[in-house]
């Protein structure tokens, strides 16, 4: 089967919308209505059906669409298996939350190549939406993220956490911090409910950001008080930008591998899980 009609049959099941979908993947209309009629036929089944309220799909369709998503990520995976074939014998495409790249990328890699010195690696740090997306779509094979949508074809395990802790370029007292100086951090939705029951009077400030090494631009150049990642607060604490407040409630913030359901128990991915566990122990630790 050619994978231009599941990525097409894909897509318009997302848009409803044959027009939408043609935009989308730079195809004219009249390429996604053959695309679909070829699908059809090899079906006998309509998939689609067109009315004014516009493109709803059939039970023959709905019946489809975990079968075709999982035909998609076997040709991307195939896809790259094969053209990225060289010396090495497997590949790997990682994503990882990018506050967790900011202090443990590095560390990361180096323990994964002890372990799997034949794998090919490709590492991007993007934020957990969009890593979820890319691992529903087989676009990654493995990722270290804060917040799980847990899709049905997707499989996550919490395997650790990191801590924030508070600073502030001008006071140690928590009852000091002032809202108008303050810079919330928006590091992710469970992140979010922790600061609110911790300190809801500092919860609708002015200024928001939700990347680690956003917020210590921002505090280095405006000031304030903030959360950032403990290596973080260190680090700006022993350059005298900011002082810890010792007062201030620690917020955890849980961190998930995801996987495909299919791979989840795969050596190569429960090593690379693995190395990831034991760097945020590590980092857990007093």
């Known amino acids: 089967m050619q994978a231009d009609l599941i990525e097409t049959f894909l897509d318009l099941m997302e848009t409803r919308s044959f027009n939408r979908t043609a935009e989308r993947l730079n195809i004219t209309q009249s390429t996604v209505s053959h695309r679909v009629k070829a699908l059809e036929a090899q079906f006998n089944r309509k998939l689609f059906t067109r009315n004014k309220g516009g493109t709803v799909p059939t039970a023959a369709g709905l019946r489809f669409l975990d079968y075709a998503k999982a035909m998609q990520n076997q040709w991307h995976e195939a896809t790259r298996a094969v053209t990225s074939a060289g010396a090495l014998e497997r590949s790997m495409r990682l994503g990882i939350q990018h506050d967790l790249a900011e202090t443990l990328a590095g560390r990361w890699v180096a323990a ?12 991007e740090a993007d934020y957990s939406n969009q890593m979820n997306r890319d691992l529903a779509a087989g676009e ?15 499989h996550y395990e919490r395997i650790g956490e990191l801590h924030y802790v508070l600073v502030s370029t001008d006071t140690r007292a928590i009852a000091d911090v002032k809202p108008e100086t303050y810079i919330r951090s928006s590091y992710s939705p469970a992140f979010d409910r922790a600061h609110r029951l911790a300190l809801p009077h500092l919860s609708a400030a002015s200024l ?3 990347q680690n090494m956003a917020i210590s631009g921002l505090l280095r150049t405006l000031g304030g008080a903030a959360y950032v990642t403990r290596a973080t607060a260190e680090h700006l604490s022993g350059s005298g930008v900011a002082a810890m407040i010792a007062d201030a409630p620690v917020i955890p913030q849980a961190v998930y591998a995801a996987t495909s359901l299919r791979t989840r128990h795969a050596h190569q991915h429960r090593k690379i899980i693995g190395a990831m566990e034991g760097l945020l122990a590590d980092v857990a630790a007093p």
């Open 140 to 154: 990654l094979d493995l990722a270290i993220l804060y917040t799980p949508h847990f899709l049905p074809d997707l």
């Open 112 to 123: 994964i190549r002890r372990e799997l010195p034949t794998t090919e690696i490709y590492l």
């Open 208 to 210: 928001a950001a939700g």
